[in-house]
């Protein structure tokens, strides 16, 4: 079930971002996707690695931390080791920001260039234990046509 809701989000994914070739409009609308079709989130955009750190891109929520340290919460997790984080408790995460506090789970995945980690994609949910295997699975495939879409 989840599987063919995936595979839908990323043919919108690969139509919406076909001749599109700059990052932050790409980022912008990629976000308002995900957002406007993936239940019960509260948050959902874009940290962008900047001078060794991660810079708020485009995103779909409430205000939230504008830069975060490598290897800082979730985030900053997930570009230091270049690998998915997948969190059911945020609360129980050793070093989580809370920008929001309505954030009960969280899932954050590496954007790559060359396989380099140029941005994260990041998504809360007030449900705890909101995204299991098969989210991640699914984001991930959408992460990685986002990245065939911009950078071929």
């Known amino acids: 079930m989840k ?14 971002l076909a001749d599109e070739d700059d990052l932050i409009a790409a980022m912008a609308n990629f976000s308002a996707l995900i957002n406007d079709n993936l239940q019960d989130l509260n948050w959902a ?9 991660l810079v708020l891109g485009p995103f ?8 975060i340290e490598f290897g800082k919460g979730v985030c900053g997790t997930a570009a230091v080791l270049n690998i998915t984080q997948r969190v059911a408790d945020v609360h129980q995460f050793d070093g989580h920001i809370a920008c929001d506090a309505a954030s009960n789970s969280e899932i954050v995945v590496p954007v790559r260039q060359n396989g380099q980690v140029i941005a994260v994609l990041d998504i809360d949910s007030p449900l705890l ?5 098969d989210d991640q699975v699914g984001i991930e495939l959408l992460v990685k046509q986002f990245e065939n879409c911009l950078f071929g």
């Open 129 to 133: 234990n909101r995204f299991d295997e």
């Open 60 to 67: 779909q929520g409430k205000v939230a931390c504008t830069r």
């Open 3 to 16: 599987a063919a809701f995936y595979e839908t989000l990323i043919r919108q994914a690969e139509a919406l």
């Open 45 to 53: 955009g874009f940290y962008i690695v900047k001078n060794g750190q």
